[in-house]
Protein backbone atom coordinates (compact mmCIF):
# COMPACT_ATOMS: atom_id res chain seq x y z
CA UNK A 1 0.00 0.00 0.00
CA UNK A 2 2.91 1.98 0.49
CA UNK A 3 4.32 2.15 -2.77
CA UNK A 4 2.33 4.51 -4.67
CA UNK A 5 3.19 7.02 -2.85
CA UNK A 6 6.47 6.63 -2.96
CA UNK A 7 6.15 6.40 -6.54
CA UNK A 8 4.17 9.67 -6.88
CA UNK A 9 7.01 11.54 -4.91
CA UNK A 10 9.77 10.47 -6.93
CA UNK A 11 7.61 11.49 -10.02
CA UNK A 12 7.24 15.16 -8.38
CA UNK A 13 10.86 15.06 -7.53
CA UNK A 14 11.90 14.10 -10.88
CA UNK A 15 9.43 16.62 -12.37
CA UNK A 16 10.66 19.69 -10.18
CA UNK A 17 14.25 18.69 -11.28
CA UNK A 18 13.49 18.51 -14.99
CA UNK A 19 11.27 22.30 -14.18
CA UNK A 20 14.57 23.11 -12.58
CA UNK A 21 16.88 21.80 -14.83
CA UNK A 22 14.98 23.24 -17.83
CA UNK A 23 14.69 27.07 -16.68
CA UNK A 24 18.96 26.78 -15.46
CA UNK A 25 19.98 25.92 -19.06
CA UNK A 26 17.36 28.25 -20.46
CA UNK A 27 18.88 31.18 -17.86
CA UNK A 28 22.79 30.05 -19.67
CA UNK A 29 20.94 29.74 -22.99
CA UNK A 30 20.15 33.25 -23.09
CA UNK A 31 22.50 35.58 -25.55
CA UNK A 32 23.74 38.01 -23.26
CA UNK A 33 24.44 35.80 -20.04
CA UNK A 34 26.17 33.61 -22.49
CA UNK A 35 28.08 36.72 -24.43
CA UNK A 36 29.12 37.79 -20.75
CA UNK A 37 30.22 34.71 -19.34
CA UNK A 38 32.08 33.97 -22.80
CA UNK A 39 33.87 37.81 -22.44
CA UNK A 40 34.18 37.89 -18.77
CA UNK A 41 35.89 34.55 -18.40
CA UNK A 42 38.04 34.16 -21.36
CA UNK A 43 41.12 32.01 -20.70
CA UNK A 44 44.15 34.26 -20.39
CA UNK A 45 46.52 30.83 -19.24
CA UNK A 46 48.75 29.29 -21.10
CA UNK A 47 47.14 25.57 -19.95
CA UNK A 48 43.97 24.80 -18.94
CA UNK A 49 43.10 21.93 -16.72
CA UNK A 50 39.51 20.30 -17.28
CA UNK A 51 37.55 20.28 -14.17
CA UNK A 52 37.12 17.03 -12.79
CA UNK A 53 39.29 15.12 -15.17
CA UNK A 54 43.54 15.09 -15.70
CA UNK A 55 42.95 16.32 -19.34
CA UNK A 56 44.61 19.51 -20.28
CA UNK A 57 43.70 22.16 -22.94
CA UNK A 58 46.08 24.10 -24.16
CA UNK A 59 44.61 26.03 -27.14
CA UNK A 60 41.95 26.64 -29.47
CA UNK A 61 41.81 27.06 -33.84
CA UNK A 62 39.67 27.77 -36.25
CA UNK A 63 40.33 24.84 -38.62
CA UNK A 64 39.72 26.05 -42.24
CA UNK A 65 40.36 22.61 -44.04
CA UNK A 66 38.04 20.74 -42.23
CA UNK A 67 34.83 23.26 -43.11
CA UNK A 68 35.81 25.67 -40.11
CA UNK A 69 35.77 23.17 -37.31
CA UNK A 70 37.60 23.57 -34.36
CA UNK A 71 40.74 21.82 -32.92
CA UNK A 72 41.77 21.87 -29.64
CA UNK A 73 45.53 21.31 -28.79
CA UNK A 74 45.59 19.56 -25.64
CA UNK A 75 47.03 16.57 -23.41
CA UNK A 76 45.22 13.48 -22.18
CA UNK A 77 45.89 10.83 -20.16
CA UNK A 78 46.36 7.93 -22.81
CA UNK A 79 44.54 4.94 -21.08
CA UNK A 80 41.78 7.02 -19.70
CA UNK A 81 39.30 9.09 -22.40
CA UNK A 82 36.44 9.59 -21.14
CA UNK A 83 33.61 11.23 -23.43
CA UNK A 84 34.24 14.83 -23.82
CA UNK A 85 32.11 17.77 -24.87
CA UNK A 86 32.34 20.84 -26.27
CA UNK A 87 30.80 24.23 -25.49
CA UNK A 88 30.54 26.55 -27.73
CA UNK A 89 30.11 30.10 -27.32
CA UNK A 90 28.39 31.99 -30.18
CA UNK A 91 28.60 35.47 -30.75
CA UNK A 92 25.34 36.80 -30.12
CA UNK A 93 23.46 33.85 -29.77
CA UNK A 94 24.17 31.93 -26.63
CA UNK A 95 26.05 28.54 -26.15
CA UNK A 96 26.10 25.22 -27.99
CA UNK A 97 27.17 21.71 -26.84
CA UNK A 98 28.95 18.70 -29.30
CA UNK A 99 30.74 15.81 -28.38
CA UNK A 100 34.35 16.23 -29.06
CA UNK A 101 35.88 14.09 -31.59
CA UNK A 102 39.34 12.43 -29.91
CA UNK A 103 42.55 12.50 -32.11
CA UNK A 104 45.28 11.01 -30.32
CA UNK A 105 48.66 11.75 -31.99
CA UNK A 106 50.47 8.61 -32.34
CA UNK A 107 53.67 9.40 -31.10
CA UNK A 108 53.94 9.13 -27.23
CA UNK A 109 57.22 7.42 -26.66
CA UNK A 110 55.37 5.09 -23.88
CA UNK A 111 54.33 8.37 -21.69
CA UNK A 112 50.95 8.10 -20.43
CA UNK A 113 50.29 11.77 -21.43
CA UNK A 114 49.60 12.16 -25.23
CA UNK A 115 48.91 15.18 -27.43
CA UNK A 116 45.49 15.33 -28.15
CA UNK A 117 43.55 17.14 -30.63
CA UNK A 118 39.97 17.45 -29.89
CA UNK A 119 37.71 17.99 -32.61
CA UNK A 120 34.75 20.52 -32.30
CA UNK A 121 31.96 20.81 -35.36
CA UNK A 122 30.22 24.03 -35.22
CA UNK A 123 26.67 25.40 -37.36
CA UNK A 124 26.93 27.53 -39.79
CA UNK A 125 24.73 29.98 -37.73
CA UNK A 126 27.29 29.79 -34.66
CA UNK A 127 30.08 32.38 -35.04
CA UNK A 128 32.20 30.65 -32.62
CA UNK A 129 34.32 32.82 -30.52
CA UNK A 130 35.35 30.75 -27.47
CA UNK A 131 35.29 27.01 -26.48
CA UNK A 132 35.57 25.13 -23.70
CA UNK A 133 35.64 21.12 -22.38
CA UNK A 134 33.97 19.44 -20.23
CA UNK A 135 33.11 16.20 -18.97
CA UNK A 136 29.30 16.18 -18.64
CA UNK A 137 26.77 17.45 -20.86
CA UNK A 138 25.23 19.44 -18.70
CA UNK A 139 25.61 22.75 -18.30
CA UNK A 140 24.27 24.38 -15.16
CA UNK A 141 27.78 25.07 -13.61
CA UNK A 142 28.76 27.07 -17.15
CA UNK A 143 29.78 30.12 -15.65
CA UNK A 144 32.40 28.59 -13.18
CA UNK A 145 33.95 27.37 -16.43
CA UNK A 146 36.83 29.01 -18.29
CA UNK A 147 37.21 29.73 -22.03
CA UNK A 148 39.63 29.63 -24.97
CA UNK A 149 39.52 31.88 -26.93
CA UNK A 150 39.31 30.87 -30.78
CA UNK A 151 42.19 31.44 -32.75
CA UNK A 152 43.22 31.69 -36.75
CA UNK A 153 39.36 33.09 -37.19
CA UNK A 154 40.60 34.50 -40.83
CA UNK A 155 41.74 32.63 -43.43
CA UNK A 156 44.66 34.04 -45.16
CA UNK A 157 46.30 32.74 -48.23
CA UNK A 158 48.97 35.18 -49.44
CA UNK A 159 50.94 38.02 -48.23
CA UNK A 160 51.71 36.73 -44.47
CA UNK A 161 53.64 39.37 -42.12
CA UNK A 162 56.63 36.84 -41.96
CA UNK A 163 58.42 34.78 -44.12
CA UNK A 164 60.18 32.42 -41.63
CA UNK A 165 59.37 31.88 -38.26
CA UNK A 166 61.27 29.51 -36.05
CA UNK A 167 59.83 27.55 -33.54
CA UNK A 168 61.79 26.52 -30.81
CA UNK A 169 59.77 24.23 -28.38
CA UNK A 170 60.72 24.06 -24.71
CA UNK A 171 63.43 25.75 -22.49
CA UNK A 172 63.38 24.18 -19.53
CA UNK A 173 65.58 23.73 -16.32
CA UNK A 174 68.30 26.00 -15.48
CA UNK A 175 69.32 26.20 -19.27
CA UNK A 176 71.83 29.25 -19.24
CA UNK A 177 73.89 28.89 -23.10
CA UNK A 178 74.60 32.62 -23.82
CA UNK A 179 76.43 32.91 -26.29
CA UNK A 180 75.43 30.04 -28.24
CA UNK A 181 71.70 31.12 -28.27
CA UNK A 182 72.89 34.45 -29.48
CA UNK A 183 74.97 33.16 -32.32
CA UNK A 184 72.36 31.38 -33.54
CA UNK A 185 69.82 34.05 -33.35
CA UNK A 186 71.76 36.42 -35.07
CA UNK A 187 72.53 33.52 -37.79
CA UNK A 188 68.79 33.11 -38.43
CA UNK A 189 68.11 37.00 -38.75
CA UNK A 190 71.25 37.02 -41.49
CA UNK A 191 69.75 33.96 -43.07
CA UNK A 192 65.85 36.11 -43.05
CA UNK A 193 64.00 34.67 -40.10
CA UNK A 194 61.87 37.40 -38.63
CA UNK A 195 60.26 35.64 -36.34
CA UNK A 196 60.86 33.20 -32.99
CA UNK A 197 58.97 31.34 -30.88
CA UNK A 198 59.97 29.43 -27.88
CA UNK A 199 58.07 27.80 -25.03
CA UNK A 200 59.53 28.86 -21.89
CA UNK A 201 59.19 26.61 -18.24
CA UNK A 202 62.26 27.97 -16.75
CA UNK A 203 65.95 28.97 -17.74
CA UNK A 204 69.04 30.20 -16.29
CA UNK A 205 69.41 33.91 -14.82
CA UNK A 206 71.54 35.03 -18.05
CA UNK A 207 69.67 33.98 -20.50
CA UNK A 208 66.91 35.40 -19.02
CA UNK A 209 68.32 38.94 -19.71
CA UNK A 210 68.79 37.97 -23.35
CA UNK A 211 65.16 36.26 -23.87
CA UNK A 212 64.08 39.79 -22.34
CA UNK A 213 66.42 41.71 -24.66
CA UNK A 214 65.09 40.08 -27.92
CA UNK A 215 61.37 40.05 -26.52
CA UNK A 216 61.84 44.36 -26.74
CA UNK A 217 63.70 44.48 -29.94
CA UNK A 218 60.98 42.35 -31.64
CA UNK A 219 62.10 38.77 -32.75
CA UNK A 220 61.58 36.94 -30.05
CA UNK A 221 57.95 35.94 -28.55
CA UNK A 222 58.32 34.06 -25.22
CA UNK A 223 55.17 31.55 -24.72
CA UNK A 224 54.89 30.82 -21.28
CA UNK A 225 54.99 27.03 -20.81
CA UNK A 226 54.63 26.00 -17.06
CA UNK A 227 53.47 22.10 -17.56
CA UNK A 228 55.51 21.36 -14.50
CA UNK A 229 52.75 22.67 -12.02
CA UNK A 230 50.11 20.40 -13.78
CA UNK A 231 51.93 17.41 -14.79
CA UNK A 232 55.60 15.38 -13.87
CA UNK A 233 57.20 16.18 -17.04
CA UNK A 234 59.83 13.80 -17.70
CA UNK A 235 63.71 15.23 -19.39
CA UNK A 236 64.43 12.83 -21.86
CA UNK A 237 62.49 11.25 -24.97
CA UNK A 238 62.05 7.64 -23.94
CA UNK A 239 59.61 6.75 -20.92
CA UNK A 240 61.47 3.24 -20.45
CA UNK A 241 64.64 5.20 -19.75
CA UNK A 242 63.43 8.85 -18.50
CA UNK A 243 60.36 8.04 -16.57
CA UNK A 244 57.63 10.65 -16.20
CA UNK A 245 54.04 11.83 -16.99
CA UNK A 246 54.71 13.05 -20.59
CA UNK A 247 57.87 13.03 -23.05
CA UNK A 248 60.45 15.44 -22.92
CA UNK A 249 58.57 18.62 -21.27
CA UNK A 250 55.47 18.15 -23.75
CA UNK A 251 58.01 19.28 -26.50
CA UNK A 252 55.29 17.51 -29.40
CA UNK A 253 52.33 19.68 -27.67
CA UNK A 254 54.29 23.05 -27.97
CA UNK A 255 55.87 21.89 -31.63
CA UNK A 256 51.84 21.44 -32.58
CA UNK A 257 50.76 24.39 -31.16
CA UNK A 258 53.15 26.83 -32.90
CA UNK A 259 52.04 25.32 -36.33
CA UNK A 260 48.73 26.44 -35.70
CA UNK A 261 49.56 29.68 -33.48
CA UNK A 262 51.64 30.71 -36.91
CA UNK A 263 49.55 29.31 -39.56
CA UNK A 264 48.31 32.44 -41.32
CA UNK A 265 51.14 34.51 -39.77
CA UNK A 266 54.28 33.09 -41.67
CA UNK A 267 54.86 31.27 -44.66
CA UNK A 268 57.50 28.55 -43.52
CA UNK A 269 57.59 27.46 -40.46
CA UNK A 270 60.88 25.67 -38.94
CA UNK A 271 61.27 23.65 -36.57
CA UNK A 272 64.19 22.73 -34.73
CA UNK A 273 66.18 22.69 -31.07
CA UNK A 274 67.81 25.65 -29.40
CA UNK A 275 71.24 24.45 -30.32
CA UNK A 276 70.36 23.36 -33.85
CA UNK A 277 70.41 25.73 -37.00
CA UNK A 278 69.30 24.96 -40.15
CA UNK A 279 71.96 26.37 -42.91
CA UNK A 280 71.51 26.84 -46.31
CA UNK A 281 75.32 25.73 -47.98
CA UNK A 282 74.06 26.51 -51.36
CA UNK A 283 72.09 29.80 -51.33
CA UNK A 284 72.62 32.98 -49.40
CA UNK A 285 69.28 33.14 -47.64
CA UNK A 286 66.34 30.75 -46.39
CA UNK A 287 64.42 33.03 -49.23
CA UNK A 288 66.54 31.77 -52.02
CA UNK A 289 66.80 28.18 -50.74
CA UNK A 290 63.07 27.90 -50.47
CA UNK A 291 62.34 30.04 -53.86
CA UNK A 292 64.68 27.22 -55.60
CA UNK A 293 62.95 23.71 -53.42
CA UNK A 294 59.28 24.91 -53.74
CA UNK A 295 59.99 25.47 -57.50
CA UNK A 296 61.72 22.06 -57.96
CA UNK A 297 58.66 20.53 -56.06
CA UNK A 298 55.47 22.80 -56.22
CA UNK A 299 53.38 20.00 -54.42
CA UNK A 300 55.88 19.36 -51.07
CA UNK A 301 54.74 20.75 -47.59
CA UNK A 302 57.54 18.95 -45.58
CA UNK A 303 61.28 19.33 -46.30
CA UNK A 304 63.01 17.48 -44.13
CA UNK A 305 66.42 18.50 -43.00
CA UNK A 306 69.67 16.43 -41.83
CA UNK A 307 71.07 16.80 -38.63
CA UNK A 308 74.70 17.18 -38.36
CA UNK A 309 76.98 16.95 -34.81
CA UNK A 310 80.20 19.39 -34.55
CA UNK A 311 81.37 17.97 -31.00
CA UNK A 312 81.59 21.15 -28.66
CA UNK A 313 84.23 19.23 -27.14
CA UNK A 314 86.66 19.75 -30.17
CA UNK A 315 88.36 22.89 -31.07
CA UNK A 316 89.44 25.03 -34.17
CA UNK A 317 93.40 25.07 -33.94
CA UNK A 318 93.98 28.50 -34.90
CA UNK A 319 90.94 29.99 -32.44
CA UNK A 320 90.93 33.12 -34.52
CA UNK A 321 87.39 33.12 -32.98
CA UNK A 322 88.16 32.92 -29.32
CA UNK A 323 87.46 36.61 -29.23
CA UNK A 324 88.28 37.97 -25.32
CA UNK A 325 85.32 40.09 -24.88
CA UNK A 326 83.26 36.56 -25.58
CA UNK A 327 85.02 34.86 -22.43
CA UNK A 328 83.45 35.60 -19.97
CA UNK A 329 79.85 35.62 -21.70
CA UNK A 330 78.38 31.43 -20.20
CA UNK A 331 77.85 28.85 -22.64
CA UNK A 332 79.37 27.84 -26.29
CA UNK A 333 80.99 29.83 -28.99
CA UNK A 334 80.02 27.45 -31.68
CA UNK A 335 82.06 29.15 -34.62
CA UNK A 336 85.17 27.70 -32.66
CA UNK A 337 83.63 24.27 -33.80
CA UNK A 338 84.02 23.57 -37.07
CA UNK A 339 84.84 19.82 -37.08
CA UNK A 340 82.10 17.73 -37.93
CA UNK A 341 81.21 14.19 -37.38
CA UNK A 342 81.10 11.68 -40.29
CA UNK A 343 77.79 10.30 -41.17
CA UNK A 344 77.66 6.55 -40.65
CA UNK A 345 75.80 4.37 -43.37
CA UNK A 346 74.18 2.40 -40.85
CA UNK A 347 73.14 5.23 -38.74
CA UNK A 348 69.76 7.14 -39.85
CA UNK A 349 70.64 11.07 -39.48
CA UNK A 350 67.68 12.09 -37.39
CA UNK A 351 66.09 15.34 -39.18
CA UNK A 352 64.23 18.46 -38.69
CA UNK A 353 62.11 20.66 -40.77
CA UNK A 354 60.78 23.10 -43.00
CA UNK A 355 56.92 23.23 -42.99
CA UNK A 356 54.13 25.05 -44.68
CA UNK A 357 52.31 25.04 -41.52
CA UNK A 358 48.73 25.16 -43.92
CA UNK A 359 49.27 21.73 -44.70
CA UNK A 360 50.39 20.32 -41.47
CA UNK A 361 47.70 18.63 -39.31
CA UNK A 362 50.11 17.14 -36.61
CA UNK A 363 53.68 16.57 -35.75
CA UNK A 364 56.21 14.73 -34.26
CA UNK A 365 59.95 15.79 -33.57
CA UNK A 366 61.40 14.53 -37.07
CA UNK A 367 58.67 13.79 -39.18
CA UNK A 368 55.04 15.13 -39.29
CA UNK A 369 52.64 12.49 -38.15
CA UNK A 370 49.36 14.37 -40.90
CA UNK A 371 49.46 16.53 -43.05
CA UNK A 372 48.48 17.22 -47.10
CA UNK A 373 51.14 17.61 -49.66
CA UNK A 374 54.23 15.91 -50.17
CA UNK A 375 57.47 14.91 -48.23
CA UNK A 376 60.92 15.49 -49.47
CA UNK A 377 64.51 14.75 -47.92
CA UNK A 378 66.82 17.84 -48.98
CA UNK A 379 70.13 16.67 -49.79
CA UNK A 380 72.91 17.37 -47.73
CA UNK A 381 74.95 19.29 -49.75
CA UNK A 382 71.89 21.55 -50.21
CA UNK A 383 71.10 22.67 -46.48
CA UNK A 384 71.96 21.18 -42.99
CA UNK A 385 71.66 21.27 -39.44
CA UNK A 386 74.53 22.46 -37.64
CA UNK A 387 74.35 21.26 -34.39
CA UNK A 388 76.93 22.04 -31.84
CA UNK A 389 76.86 19.95 -28.82
CA UNK A 390 78.26 16.72 -26.54
CA UNK A 391 79.72 14.08 -29.60
CA UNK A 392 77.84 11.14 -31.14
CA UNK A 393 80.70 9.55 -32.06
CA UNK A 394 82.91 10.43 -29.04
CA UNK A 395 85.44 8.02 -29.93
CA UNK A 396 86.60 9.67 -33.21
CA UNK A 397 89.74 11.32 -33.36
CA UNK A 398 90.10 15.37 -34.70
CA UNK A 399 91.94 13.82 -38.02
CA UNK A 400 88.65 11.44 -38.39
CA UNK A 401 86.38 14.14 -38.22
CA UNK A 402 85.53 16.73 -41.51
CA UNK A 403 86.16 20.25 -41.63
CA UNK A 404 83.25 22.21 -42.29
CA UNK A 405 83.69 26.53 -41.85
CA UNK A 406 80.23 27.29 -43.47
CA UNK A 407 79.33 29.49 -40.13
CA UNK A 408 82.56 31.08 -40.46
CA UNK A 409 81.21 33.06 -43.80
CA UNK A 410 78.65 35.14 -41.27
CA UNK A 411 81.66 36.38 -39.62
CA UNK A 412 81.90 40.14 -41.01
CA UNK A 413 77.99 40.38 -39.87
CA UNK A 414 77.64 37.95 -37.29
CA UNK A 415 80.39 39.01 -34.89
CA UNK A 416 79.51 42.89 -34.82
CA UNK A 417 75.90 41.99 -34.27
CA UNK A 418 76.61 39.02 -31.23
CA UNK A 419 78.77 41.88 -29.71
CA UNK A 420 76.32 44.36 -29.90
CA UNK A 421 73.37 42.13 -28.47
CA UNK A 422 75.68 41.42 -25.58
CA UNK A 423 76.52 44.80 -25.03
CA UNK A 424 73.03 45.55 -24.87
CA UNK A 425 72.20 43.03 -22.50
CA UNK A 426 74.76 43.79 -19.85
CA UNK A 427 77.18 41.11 -20.36
CA UNK A 428 79.95 43.77 -21.76
CA UNK A 429 80.99 46.46 -18.54
C1 LIG B 1 31.74 37.00 -35.19
O1 LIG B 1 32.11 37.44 -33.88
C2 LIG B 1 33.18 38.34 -33.85
C3 LIG B 1 33.53 38.60 -32.40
O2 LIG B 1 32.40 38.92 -31.66
C4 LIG B 1 32.80 39.59 -34.60
O3 LIG B 1 33.88 40.49 -34.61
C5 LIG B 1 32.43 39.23 -36.02
O4 LIG B 1 31.97 40.37 -36.71
C6 LIG B 1 31.33 38.18 -36.03
N1 LIG B 1 31.09 37.74 -37.40
C7 LIG B 1 29.87 37.49 -37.88
C8 LIG B 1 29.79 36.99 -39.28
O5 LIG B 1 28.86 37.67 -37.22
C1 LIG C 1 35.64 32.00 -14.43
O1 LIG C 1 36.37 30.78 -14.26
C2 LIG C 1 36.90 30.54 -12.98
C3 LIG C 1 37.54 29.18 -12.98
O2 LIG C 1 38.51 29.09 -13.97
C4 LIG C 1 35.83 30.62 -11.90
O3 LIG C 1 36.43 30.57 -10.64
C5 LIG C 1 35.00 31.89 -12.04
O4 LIG C 1 33.95 31.87 -11.15
C6 LIG C 1 34.48 32.00 -13.45
N1 LIG C 1 33.52 33.06 -13.69
C7 LIG C 1 33.72 34.36 -13.81
C8 LIG C 1 32.52 35.16 -14.19
O5 LIG C 1 34.80 34.89 -13.66
C1 LIG D 1 58.68 37.29 -48.29
O1 LIG D 1 59.41 36.92 -49.44
C2 LIG D 1 58.90 37.47 -50.66
C3 LIG D 1 59.67 36.85 -51.80
O2 LIG D 1 61.04 36.87 -51.56
C4 LIG D 1 58.99 38.98 -50.59
O3 LIG D 1 58.49 39.54 -51.78
C5 LIG D 1 58.18 39.46 -49.41
O4 LIG D 1 58.33 40.86 -49.26
C6 LIG D 1 58.65 38.79 -48.13
N1 LIG D 1 57.73 39.12 -47.04
C7 LIG D 1 58.14 39.54 -45.86
C8 LIG D 1 57.08 39.83 -44.86
O5 LIG D 1 59.31 39.71 -45.58
C1 LIG E 1 60.58 32.00 -18.25
O1 LIG E 1 59.83 31.32 -17.26
C2 LIG E 1 60.27 31.58 -15.92
C3 LIG E 1 59.44 30.69 -15.01
O2 LIG E 1 58.10 31.02 -15.13
C4 LIG E 1 60.13 33.06 -15.62
O3 LIG E 1 60.61 33.32 -14.33
C5 LIG E 1 60.92 33.85 -16.64
O4 LIG E 1 60.73 35.23 -16.43
C6 LIG E 1 60.47 33.51 -18.06
N1 LIG E 1 61.30 34.22 -19.02
C7 LIG E 1 60.81 34.97 -20.01
C8 LIG E 1 61.78 35.68 -20.85
O5 LIG E 1 59.62 35.05 -20.23
Known amino acids: MECPKKWKFLALTVVIFVIFKFFVLRE ?30 ISAYKDHRIHGAVR ?145 EGILEVAPWPIDHFLNPSKGWNFQEHKGDIHYYGQLTTLNDCIYRNMYRSRYVLLNDIDEIIVPYQHATLGLLMEDLQRQNPSVSVFLIENHIFPKTVYDSDGRFSLPQWEKVPG ?61 QGSLKKEELIIDTKLWEYKKELVPNVNHVLQKSGFYT
Not at 35 to 55: A, F, G
Not at 136 to 153: E, K
Not at 172 to 187: C, K
Not at 372 to 383: A, E, I, K, L, M
Open 28 to 57: YLRPEIATRVCVSNLSNQPILLVKDTKHLI
Open 332 to 392: VNILEHIYREPARNYVFNPTKMIINPREVIQTSVHSVLKNFGDVFNVPFDVCRIVHVRIPL
Open 72 to 216: IISIMERLHVKVLSCIVCCSQKGYVSATAEVDMHSDNFGFPFVTTDLLCKTEPSCNATAITVVNTPYLSDISSRSFLPIRNQKKVENDFPYNFTVCISNLFGDYNNVLQFVQTIEIYKILGVQKVYIYNTSCGPDLERVLQYYKE
